[in-house]
């Protein structure tokens, strides 16, 4: 919500808040010899130029280095300091039975040496025996490991002939899956949760190359489709020379992304010093995945509360301004003609707009909404994470379900969600104590702590708030009342002096509840109250559940649901204060 509270303050030094730019690699394994200096030269003018367009925004490559184009890429990225995330579709030795040439297998293992390694679970219907054959069923895993990649980068790099190819798996049915959501071999189901969403993660670079034909004399290649070594930017909305930047909509996502890392770090030195942690000492996990949501949590949820004060400084100051124009007003047109009332009248309006000018150009409302956002999301994919709810693999641990239906510029929040599920399974499963941890951490109980006890209380305090608020409009509005009425009564045995007060009382006042009225209604104060009560009863009811909860499956598909519900809520939450703008205040009295 709006003004969720530091949960915890952090101690020492923590880990640095960066979001990455992740590129996803698909690539044929039988490149052509000839051709590979060509290719690594390509790769490495593409790998060159994201590095100048987005020097704040650090590559991270994700490989499964199989021989052929994984590893050609891998060794470019290495070279330029790109990080590396091997997602291996099955487990190691299982793997490396798919490497014919021991020089390849060779590279393969000094490549894992500098990566990180994620091992993809079993596919649906797959097990341990039925892989380790040739066909379907392996088939399926290599078909998982494409829809990982795609669904946890924002560039698709693929070194692809450009034909279709009915391969389970294979790099043209990833590049397919990447534009469309569609893997031949699985269901539907397996395949999207959210088919129809528009999730803006269809970028693909293509390098063409070509391939050996199988069993074809050496120097006997396929060429690749149209003959042509030129590169293109592919998106389902059309083609463009790979020569260009970036397509505009994704220049401008990874924009945002690198804002939030410059912003980062520029207050690094306040957000280690106050900023919020949710792995305390207490914390059951504290793996680099953990630690790398939880660093980026801390970030976005100390540069959201940053903003959010000038946002209300700024709202403040812009109505205590409409306030003293329209004093200036009352004086002029009721008291006296003076020019000095039309001049002070002026100058505030100009030191509204000034404010309001300031602000944009900060962005300090988008800002403020996004980092709040981005916080949310990555509280649930952390606990989620801790507790160890499941989530598919073509799916980056509950972005896919985040602010899908929203403003298309809130793309980037999704997008820097993305890599959050890399990490997923790569060390110990979460057991009875993480859970425990969990559930009184992030939800709590009725008798304090976690997000149950805030929502009560932000409720309570909200109403009080809102309450008071009223009490002065009204207060306000009787007394522009009672102003009007004497001076209907008795203005006529009333001195000037008296007459002149009560005119002042009549105009102002009711001017001030209204701006009183204006200024609560940009912060949105009577939704806030109902999402505060509607978060609280969430929370309650969940709590209620867990109590009754059978066993940790049980617990851990509530918090699922939870965490679901919680996404659902801030963006609607997201999405209300948006059609608040600040700039939209009115500066006339």
Request: glycine fraction near 8%.
């Amino acid at each position: 919500m709006g003004d969720v509270p530091l949960p915890r303050e952090g101690t020492g030094p923590v880990q640095e808040a960066r979001l990455r730019l992740s590129i996803g690699l698909t690539a044929h394994r039988d490149l052509v010899a000839e051709e590979e200096p060509f290719l690594r030269t390509q790769v490495r003018a593409f790998l060159r130029r994201l590095q100048s367009d987005f020097p704040h925004l650090p590559l991270r490559l994700i490989s499964a280095l199989a021989e052929g184009g994984d590893q050609l890429v891998a060794e470019e990225a290495l070279a330029l300091g790109v990080e590396l995330i091997v997602a291996l579709p099955m487990p190691r030795e299982e793997y490396e039975r798919d490497f014919a040439d021991p020089a390849s297998l060779s590279r393969f293992r000094a490549l894992l040496a500098q990566g990180q390694v994620r091992i993809l679970p079993m596919a649906p219907g797959n097990d341990a025996d039925s892989i380790h054959v040739r066909g379907e069923a392996r088939n399926r895993q290599y078909a998982q490991l494409g829809m990982f990649t795609s669904s946890h980068c924002q560039i698709l790099l693929a070194l692809w002939d450009g034909r279709p190819s009915a391969a389970t798996g294979g790099t043209a049915q990833v590049v397919e899956f990447h534009l469309r959501n569609a893997m031949p071999g699985l269901r539907v189901e397996q395949v999207a949760p959210n088919l129809l969403a528009d999730d803006e993660s269809d970028l693909v670079f293509h390098l063409p190359c070509s391939r050996r034909l199988a069993g074809a004399p050496a120097g006997l290649q396929d060429e690749p489709e149209g003959a042509a070594f030129h590169s293109r930017w592919i998106t389902l909305e059309g083609e463009t020379d790979g020569s260009l930047p970036v397509p505009q909509h994704y220049r401008h996502v990874f924009g945002q992304m690198q804002a939030f890392n410059l912003d980062a770090a520029r207050y690094r030195d306040a957000i280690a010093a106050e900023g919020a942690t949710l792995v305390g000492p207490g914390s059951p996990e504290t793996s680099p995945a953990v630690r790398e949501i939880d660093a980026l949590f801390r970030a976005a949820d100390w540069l959201a509360v940053h903003f959010r004060v000038r946002v209300r400084s700024s709202l403040l100051c812009t109505h205590v301004l409409a306030a003293m124009m329209g004093l200036s007003f009352i004086l002029y047109s009721d008291v006296s003609a003076r020019r000095l009332y039309v001049s002070a009248f002026l100058l505030m309006f100009l030191a509204g707009l000034g404010v309001k000018e300031f602000g944009r150009r900060r962005e300090w409302q988008r800002k403020y909404l996004d980092y709040r956002g981005l916080a949310e999301g990555l509280r649930v994919q952390l606990y989620w994470r801790v507790a160890g709810v499941e989530t598919p693999p073509n799916s980056s641990l509950g972005y896919d379900s985040f602010l899908q239906k929203q403003d298309v510029d809130l793309s980037w929040i999704r997008h820097a969600m993305r890599a959050s599920g890399l990490f997923r399974g790569a060390t110990r499963a979460s057991d009875a104590k993480a859970l425990a941890w969990v559930v009184a951490d992030w939800v709590g109980s009725g008798a304090g702590g976690g997000q149950l006890a805030y929502y009560r209380d932000g409720t309570r305090h909200r109403e009080r708030a809102y309450r008071l608020t009223e009490l002065l409009g009204d207060i306000a509005l009787a007394g522009g009342l009672f102003g009007a009425v004497a001076l209907l009564v008795g203005g006529g045995r009333m001195p000037g002096a008296v007459q002149q007060q009560l005119l002042l009382a009549m105009g102002l006042l009711p001017l001030l509840a209204g701006i009183r009225e204006a200024y609560s209604y940009k912060k949105a104060d009577k939704e806030l109250i109902k999402q505060f009560r509607f978060m609280a009863r969430l929370f309650g009811s969940c709590r209620e559940r867990l109590d009754r909860a059978r066993d940790d499956a049980e617990t851990r598909h509530l918090l699922r649901a939870l965490g679901r519900a919680c996404l659902e809520e801030h963006a609607e939450w997201i999405l209300l204060h948006r059609e608040r703008p600040l700039d939209s205040v009115p500066l006339s009295g």
